[in-house]
T-cell receptor, first 111, second 115 residues
Framework: DAMVIQNPRYQVTQFGKPVTLSCSQT?????MYWYQQKSSQAPKLLFH???????NEADTPDNFQSRRPNTSFCFLDIRSPGLGDAAMYLC??????????FGSGTRLTVV | AQTVTQSQPEMSVQEAETVTLSCTYD???????LFWYKQPPSRQMILVIR??????QNATENRFSVNFQKAAKSFSLKISDSQLGDAAMYFC????????????FGTGTRLKVLA
């Protein structure tokens, strides 16, 4: 089945230690999104790619970076994770009329 | 800026009964899309139903239907014949096409289904 896969499902990292979350899709969609979802809060868009074009939200901290080496893969890099970065990170691809396909998410814990 | 508000943090419904989840939004746009997504515990978010703002007819998907009131900027989700599998977090989302579809989500409503 065509889908969006996020690895790992759970990630524990140390305060200040760089961490990378990955997302892959088999839908061949041009657009990929990264959302941050903290407990009891709305998912918040961090950035998105349209093909290779990177689009950062204005309030996304510099601590967050992203790479998209090809259509299928997209990575979220957190350069120096802080306790406030603990959250669920959701990857999604866009589709016609805006219906996203989401991955299962990566829950990041910072210790 | 657009905002989406879900004023019910948690709702409960008896199995086989009907429940309505509320969502209001604020926009100055006339052409946009509205969505309801379901996020079961520890599982991925899936699309429940979608409404195009230019369509007057309310969207329906099996047991799920919406009441879209464009003038009132209201977009509620009705779940009929509730099932245990409907228990999840439900998010309302707004999107307008501007090269891509960036979502603005509400804070969600946790739905509990009682056997």
């Amino acid at each position: 089945d065509a889908m969006v896969i996020q690895n790992p499902r759970y990630q524990v990292t140390q305060f200040g230690k760089p961490v990378t979350l990955s997302c892959s899709q088999t839908l061949n969609h041009n657009v990929m999104y990264w959302y941050q979802q903290k407990s009891s809060q709305a998912p918040k868009l961090l950035f998105h790619y349209y093909d290779k074009d990177f689009n950062n939200e204005a309030d996304t901290p510099d601590n967050f970076q992203s790479r998209r080496p090809n259509t299928s893969f997209c990575f979220l890099d957190i350069r120096s994770p802080g306790l406030g970065d603990a959250a669920m990170y959701l990857c999604a691809t866009g589709a016609h009329l805006g219906g996203y396909t989401f991955g299962s998410g990566t829950r990041l814990t910072v210790v | 800026a657009q905002t989406v508000t879900q004023s019910q943090p948690e709702m409960s419904v008896q199995e086989a009964e009907t429940v309505t989840l509320s969502c209001t939004y604020d926009t100055s746009e006339s052409d946009y899309y509205l969505f309801w997504y379901k996020q079961p515990p520890s599982r991925q978010m899936i699309l429940v139903i979608r409404q195009e703002a230019y369509k007057q007819q309310n969207a329906t998907e099996n047991r799920f239907s919406v009441n879209f009131q464009k003038a009132a900027k209201s977009f509620s989700l009705k779940i009929s014949d509730s099932q245990l599998g409907d228990a999840a977090m439900y998010f309302c989302a707004y999107s307008k096409y501007s090269g891509t579809y960036k979502y603005i989500f509400g804070t969600g409503t946790r739905l509990k289904v009682l056997a």
